[in-house]
């Protein structure tokens, strides 16, 4: 059975930063992809990022590009999401998934190609 324990999340203050893991006991984890998501109160779960499975390839929102960096240590099983000048509107619960490929035919895999989830963790920015 796979599992993904996604964990690292927190309160911290605007300007600041947080890193989170996710950890996945799941049998040649380098052939699968990692993304984060995240879900904000009222809002629909969004993409934040993406790598490959060799990790030479990653993705990410508009809304995280230079502050966010996706990362993985497959000898590890264990995908990273480093979070840094964090903003209030970066509140939100944070999942990660794996996926055979990032990208399908028309652009970023949708969550719905996602395999397996974690079960979140929740990253609040706030003064």
């Known amino acids: 059975d796979v599992q993904l324990q996604a964990s690292g999340g927190g309160l911290v203050q605007p300007g600041g930063s947080l890193r989170l893991s996710c950890a996945a006991s799941?049998?040649?984890?380098?052939?699968?992809?990692v993304g984060w998501f995240r879900q904000a109160p009222g809002k629909e779960r969004e993409g934040v990022s993406c790598?490959?499975?060799?990790?030479?390839?990653?993705y990410y929102a508009d809304s995280v590009k230079g502050r966010f960096t996706i990362s993985r240590d497959n000898a590890k099983n264990t995908a990273y999401l480093q979070m840094n000048s964090l903003k209030p509107e970066d509140t939100a619960v944070y999942y990660c998934a794996t996926v055979l490929d990032c990208m399908d035919s028309k652009g970023l895999a949708r969550p719905n190609e996602y395999d397996y989830w974690g079960q979140g963790t929740l990253v609040t920015v706030s003064s």
């Open positions: 790598i490959s499975g060799t990790g030479g390839s990653t």
């Open positions: 799941l049998f040649l984890f380098d052939d699968y992809a």
